[in-house]
């Protein structure tokens, strides 16, 4: 089994930044991708941006250039940076990760933690 537990989210203006991070625990040997996916109110969950052990990334359109998501193999942590944040950014974010491939959800995903964006 693998526990995530997430921390970093928050209340935030239009502009703000937030980072969110994502510690990993148990069997962990068997994780090859870490990422993030979102919930909206009313919308499906969504991938966010996720990374491999080797650092191969993927992100979400809405998100390229604004949210760099980064792994600390050592640290068993995974870590997006959200920068420039918009309203439509709000959501519940969640961790997930896995032993498949990149853009594939993973089997384990973490509690998750309230991203608002407002004025």
């Known amino acids: 089994q693998v526990q995530l537990v997430e921390s970093g989210g928050g209340l935030v203006q239009p502009g703000g930044s937030l980072r969110l991070s994502c510690a990993a625990s148990?069997?962990?040997?068997?994780?090859?991708?870490m990422g993030w996916y979102r919930q909206a109110p009313g919308k499906q969950r969504e991938l966010v941006a996720a990374?491999?052990?080797?650092?191969?990334?993927t992100y979400a359109d809405s998100v390229k250039g604004r949210f760099p998501i980064s792994r600390d193999n050592a640290k068993n942590t995974v870590y997006l940076q959200m920068n420039s944040l918009k309203p439509e950014d709000t959501a519940v974010y969640y961790c997930?990760?896995?032993?498949?491939?990149?853009?594939?959800?993973?089997?384990?995903w973490g509690q998750g933690t309230q991203v608002t964006v407002s004025s």
């Open positions: 997930n990760a896995g032993g498949g491939l990149l853009g594939v959800r993973g089997n384990y």
């Open positions: 148990g069997n962990i040997f068997r994780l090859n991708v």
């Open positions: 990374i491999t052990k080797g650092g191969t990334t």
